[in-house]
């Protein structure tokens, strides 16, 4: 059996604006536009997530380093040009799956957004 660390770069998602899908924050705002403690918040969301891949299979191929999004204290987005909504990274961790991750299958519209915020590692 062969283990797969993922370079595959973050992602969410949410489905009404205004509203959650998950995260608790605002699926309306944009990435850069979170507070500290939002952005947090949302990271973790993601992270969480994320984790709750390894050890899934697409064909043989295990996960064992899921995709991850750089948490800390603060807005790591601040005030850049990161197109990504609340909504975008949310449905984009909700969207995948090992297959996705390995590299099989294409990732979401709303991944691409999302990937295009986070450098691939």
Same mark, same amino acid.
């Given at each position: ?7 595959? !770069? ?6 009404? &604006?205004?509203c959650?899908?998950?995260?608790? /924050?605002?699926?309306? %705002?944009? $990435?850069?536009s *979170?507070?500290d #403690?939002?952005?947090? %918040? *949302?990271c973790? +969301?993601?992270? @969480? %997530? #994320?984790?709750? *891949? /390894? ?5 043989? @191929? #295990?996960?064992?380093?899921?995709? &991850? ?5 603060t807005? @790591? ?5 990161? #197109?990504?909504? /609340?909504?975008? $990274?949310? &449905?984009?961790? =909700?969207?995948?799956?090992?297959? $996705?991750?390995?590299?099989?299958? @294409? ?5 691409? $957004? /999302? =990937?295009n915020? +986070? !450098? %691939?590692?």
């Open positions: 059996m062969r283990s797969v660390v993922s370079s595959f !770069p973050i992602a969410i998602v949410v489905a009404v &604006a205004g959650s899908g998950g995260s608790g /924050v605002d699926s309306g %705002k944009t $990435v850069p *979170l507070t #403690a939002e952005y947090t %918040k *949302l973790t +969301f993601y992270n @969480q %997530k #994320a984790h709750e *891949l /390894v050890g899934k299979k697409c064909d043989t @191929q #295990a996960i064992t380093e899921p995709p &991850a999004i750089p948490c800390g204290m807005n @790591q987005l601040a005030g850049s040009s990161c #197109a990504a909504r /609340v909504s975008d $990274v949310e &449905a984009c961790i =909700n969207s995948t799956d090992a297959c $996705v991750v390995t590299g099989k299958n @294409q990732p979401s519209g709303q991944c691409i $957004v /999302v =990937n915020c +986070f !450098p %691939k590692r």
